[in-house]
Structures are given as structure tokens and as C-alpha cells.
């Protein structure tokens, strides 16, 4: 994990540099970290941006009580997996790696509410798309039946055309990552969550 050290240390000193204690905290990875509008899509919610990039589920989960020090937000919001799939890693690793995190949020905010938004189907991962698929089940099912204060934000249908392919105008060129498009569709579905 260390070589997400100089990330993790940015987090830290952004956190020292802080003019007000964040409600929301959007944590994960680059997809988070590169959501250059998010402190203006959600200015009402009070959110922080905890991405860092490349980052797995595995290592939100390795730094989080690192990442979290002194925040005492009213809620948060995760976006981490999809690393960890292209990384070769298997669903039932990733689900793991969720229940941990899980495990480390109740230890260190109690009831916190939580918000999971599923792996999106990205252009550049559509070979993995049934590992995918079958991910996005386990933690959802997860959330369903163990998981009271966690609530599931699926992005992957709507991120799908007629056909059920990826929309091929919500990614940039690398197929991975999100056009202001891409994004202004995430806003919408996530503040709806977060005001249903």
C-alpha cells in the first residue's frame, strides 16, 4: 500500500487545512478524486472530496481510520471496487474488503448513514463486465439484509444504452473515467438518494 503515501498524505494536510467541518464525505477512488464540480453539485450537504487516486477497496479500507481522523461528518458516501476488479482481484475478495469497511465505520461513527454507489460499467472494463455484475449483486444483497445504515446508489443500468452497453459520451478517452456528462448524470442520481 505505500505507494499511495503521497496521496494519503495530501488527504491529511488537506484536512489540516480545513475552514469548516464537512457533513458529507465523498471517499474512493479517482473517480471521486477527478469530480471537479462535487464541492458545487452537493454545496448544500457540506462535502469533502476523500478520493485518491488508483485507489481499491482494499486500500479505502486500509487507510481509513488514517483518512478519518477528527471528521465527524453526518454522512458518507463510497465509490471504490472497480481497482480492485482490474487489478485481477475476484468479487468475493471485493465483498470482503466491503464488510470490512463496514466493520471500521460502525467502529468509528457508530450508526453513520452510508451511501455505496455500485461500480459503473466502464468502456475500458466491459470484458470484466459479468465480474462486474456479479459484485454490484453481492454488496447490494449485502446492504439489503446486513446492512441497515447502508444505502445501495445504482449508476451501472442507467450508465447503459438501448443495446446495454456502456454510453459511450459518459467516459473520456481513456474509457474509464467520467466527462462532465458522466458526472452530471452521477449528481443527479446520487442527490436524489441523498434526498429520498
Not at 39 to 53: I, M, Q, S, T
Not at 54 to 59: N, V
Not at 138 to 161: C, G, H, V, Y
Request: aromatic fraction near 16%.
Amino acid at each position: 500500500m505505500f505507494w499511495y503515501e503521497d496521496d494519503i498524505k495530501r488527504l491529511e494536510k488537506q484536512r489540516t487545512e480545513l475552514t469548516f467541518q464537512p457533513e458529507t464525505l465523498f471517499y474512493g477512488s479517482s473517480t471521486i478524486r477527478l469530480w471537479a464540480g462535487l464541492a458545487e453539485d452537493f454545496h448544500e450537504f457540506g462535502p469533502v472530496n476523500l478520493g485518491f487516486g488508483g485507489s481499491t477497496l482494499a486500500a479505502c479500507t486500509w487507510f481509513f481510520d488514517r483518512v478519518m481522523v477528527e471528521y465527524q461528518p453526518k454522512r458518507l458516501i463510497l465509490y471504490a471496487g472497480d481497482n480492485d476488479l482490474g487489478d485481477g482481484r475476484h468479487p468475493e475478495e471485493v465483498f470482503i474488503f466491503f464488510q470490512e469497511f463496514t466493520r471500521r465505520v460502525t467502529n468509528r461513527f457508530g450508526s453513520l448513514p452510508c451511501y455505496f454507489i455500485s461500480l459503473k460499467p466502464s468502456i475500458n472494463r466491459w470484458h470484466l463486465v459479468d465480474q462486474f455484475i456479479y459484485t454490484n449483486g453481492l454488496i447490494s444483497a449485502e446492504i439489503k439484509s446486513n446492512q441497515p445504515n447502508w444505502r445501495w446508489i445504482d449508476i451501472f443500468n442507467t450508465m447503459l444504452n438501448a443495446n446495454g452497453d456502456p454510453i459511450k459520451d459518459n467516459y473520456g478517452p481513456d474509457g474509464l473515467h467520467l466527462t462532465e456528462k458522466g458526472y452530471l448524470l452521477w449528481k443527479t442520481i446520487i442527490r436524489n438518494a441523498l434526498n429520498g
